[in-house]
Nanobody, 125 residues
Framework: QVQLVESGGGLVQAGGSLRLSCVAS????????MAWFRQASGKEREFVAAISWNGGSTNYADSVKGRFTISRDNAKNTVYLQMNSLKPEDTAVYYC??????????????????WGQGTQVTVSS
């Protein structure tokens, strides 16, 4: 079965940086787009960033554009989210997600059927 395991969350001061990692197993990683979503306390889960199966296309939420970078290493079955210039409003549980359909690219939750357990990111002011 497909498994996604996130790591790298933690507590950081505003303006700081964190890098999240997500290791995938259970299917051919290089055939599927990957994404990061987040859910702040009391709010709905929202899209953060997505990357196509070969890394050739990326997309970001407006709120993180220019500060966050999504990347992947298909040899390591890993997707990353580099987060710079963090703000208190970035505080959330961050989820890694894998696409349902190979060689497809999308930004909505419906496009992703496989989810990690989440990792907490807390940004203090």
């Amino acid at each position: 079965q497909v498994q996604l395991v996130e790591s790298g969350g933690g507590l950081v001061q505003a303006g700081g940086s964190l890098r999240l990692s997500c290791v995938a197993s259970g299917r051919t990683f290089s055939m599927y787009s990957m994404a990061w979503f987040r859910q702040a306390s009391g709010k709905e889960r929202e899209f953060v960033a997505a990357i196509s199966w070969n890394g050739g296309s990326t997309n970001y939420a407006d709120s993180v554009k220019g500060r966050f970078t999504i990347s992947r290493d298909n040899a390591k079955n890993t997707v990353y989210l580099q987060m710079n210039s963090l703000k208190p409003e970035d505080t959330a549980v961050y989820y890694c997600a894998g696409a349902n359909v190979f060689f497809s690219f999308g930004y909505s939750e419906d496009h992703y059927g496989y989810w990690g357990q989440g990792t907490q990111v807390t940004v203090s002011s």
